[in-house]
């Protein structure tokens, strides 16, 4: 079939066939907009696919049914996943302005930590578990250098040489705890 290059002869297809397109849609979904989207849609498939029409497999009818079935096969398929989707979302809250407004400060705040992470990986292990007690999990330098089990002027050593090597590199802040020497 030339469908797809000849409008006339599509126009002629269209006007046999419509009719019939609408019937087994209609049997098949219960929206009247949906039935006239996915016919138009059968019609669409039609030209993209009019060149794999070969008669000595069956009638034009038949040919066009099994795209029809193809076409309302598909949709209940996207309507089962939106289902499923809607399900999963059901009874939460969605995410308002103010919601996005937070979260965008956090993945801001989180990207400084990163990078403050990533710099603190260059420290050796002492230095740096010192640092992550002290500026990280706020621990007083006399609790860091209990949790790690080293003498408190060792911790406070390690961490003078830790904030020294990461000076300008990372955030102050995240080097840096107010008050905890």
């Given at each position: 079939m030339r469908l797809n290059?000849?409008?006339?002869?599509?126009?002629?297809?269209?006007r046999r066939h419509v009719d019939a397109v609408q019937r087994f849609v209609v049997r098949r979904v219960s929206d009247p907009h949906l039935a006239a989207d996915l016919t138009a849609d059968v019609f669409l498939a039609v030209l993209d696919s009019?060149?794999?029409?070969?008669?000595?497999?069956?009638?034009?009818?038949a040919w066009l049914y099994g795209i029809a079935r193809n076409v309302v096969s598909a949709q209940h398929r996207r309507a089962a996943r939106e289902s499923r989707a809607t399900?999963?979302?059901?009874g939460?809250?969605?995410?308002?302005?103010?919601?996005?407004?937070?979260?965008?400060?956090?993945i801001d705040a989180e990207?400084?930590?990163?990078?403050?992470?990533?710099?603190?990986?260059?420290?050796?292990?002492?230095?740096r578990a010192v640092l992550e007690l002290v500026a990280i999990d706020q621990l007083t330098v006399t609790e860091a250098a209990?949790?790690?089990?080293?003498?408190?002027?060792?911790?406070?050593?390690?961490?003078?040489r830790a904030r020294r090597a990461l000076s300008g590199v990372a955030s102050p802040s995240a080097v840096y705890v107010e008050g905890q020497t």
């Amino acid at each position: 079939m030339r469908l797809n290059e000849d409008p006339g002869a599509f126009e002629a297809f269209y006007r046999r066939h419509v009719d019939a397109v609408q019937r087994f849609v209609v049997r098949r979904v219960s929206d009247p907009h949906l039935a006239a989207d996915l016919t138009a849609d059968v019609f669409l498939a039609v030209l993209d696919s009019a060149h794999t029409y070969r008669a000595g497999r069956g009638s034009e009818v038949a040919w066009l049914y099994g795209i029809a079935r193809n076409v309302v096969s598909a949709q209940h398929r996207r309507a089962a996943r939106e289902s499923r989707a809607t399900g999963r979302v059901a009874g939460r809250r969605l995410m308002d302005d103010d919601d996005l407004a937070r979260m965008e400060e956090r993945i801001d705040a989180e990207r400084r930590m990163r990078g403050a992470l990533e710099a603190m990986a260059v420290l050796p292990e002492g230095e740096r578990a010192v640092l992550e007690l002290v500026a990280i999990d706020q621990l007083t330098v006399t609790e860091a250098a209990a949790a790690l089990g080293i003498r408190q002027v060792t911790a406070r050593v390690r961490l003078h040489r830790a904030r020294r090597a990461l000076s300008g590199v990372a955030s102050p802040s995240a080097v840096y705890v107010e008050g905890q020497t």
